[in-house]
């Protein structure tokens, strides 16, 4: 059988993106049909808002593949292989633990307080073993009716199934795991906070 990939974007972020880059054009039109000779002032802290939200909201994403999982973040994209993830928590944010180091999912925070006084026991049903902390307690971002949990137990589902086929050859890669840093946002934001502060300022 094979295996179906699962990608996940938060529905709300991207809304939220969508329509804060929809004011943001709005606003610079505006600007510059009210006022042509302060746009070259005003125009880039517009700017730099809509592409915030853009790279903040609309851009993270958690694709699980067949051979590791993708974590696309704000400012860097990671590939993890499966034999490297050592453990999945949910405490902040859905976040996954490797050889390396962790590496939190943007797109899974943990829920809010709000969300998660109305949780049950039947909500954590099937959750995996792995989940458990010493004394088998449950965080509530680990239930199957949060993004969070739901999205972890997918990967620990899994992870666990390969771990106990013994499908992960001894020793991990260091190399295995691969990171990409987002050097055009990154710049695109420095060039435009620089601008918003000259502009300000001048």
């Known amino acids: 059988m094979s295996f179906q990939e699962v990608r996940y974007r938060p529905v709300f972020g ?3 993106a969508l329509v804060t880059v929809v004011v943001c054009a709005l606003g610079a039109v505006a600007l510059l049909v009210t006022d042509p000779a302060s746009t070259l002032r005003y125009i ?7 592409v915030l939200a853009w790279a903040v909201f609309w851009r993270p994403s958690l694709l699980v593949q067949e051979h ?20 999945i928590d949910t405490r902040y944010s859905l ?16 829920p ?11 909500d954590f049903d099937g959750v995996g073993e792995t989940a458990q902390g010493s004394v088998g307690e ?7 009716t949060t993004p969070s949990g739901n999205l972890a137990q997918l990967i620990r589902g899994r992870w666990e199934r390969l771990r106990d086929a013994d499908a992960f050859a001894p020793g991990v890669d260091p190399d295995a ?8 946002t990154i710049t695109v934001v420095v060039a435009l906070t620089a601008a918003t502060v000259i502009g300000l300022l001048v």
């Open 112 to 122: 809010g307080r709000h969300r998660t006084l109305g949780l049950a026991p039947k």
């Open 68 to 87: 590791g999982i993708t974590v696309e973040n704000v400012l860097r994209t990671s590939f993890v292989p499966w034999p490297s993830i050592t453990a």
């Open 95 to 110: 976040t996954l633990h490797t050889a390396n180091g962790r590496i939190a999912v943007w797109a899974a925070p943990a």
């Open 14 to 16: 991207r809304v939220l």
């Open 138 to 144: 449950l965080r509530p971002a680990d239930a199957l």
């Open 44 to 50: 880039w802290p517009v700017l730099l808002v809509g």
């Open 177 to 184: 795991t691969t990171t990409t840093w987002h050097w055009a």
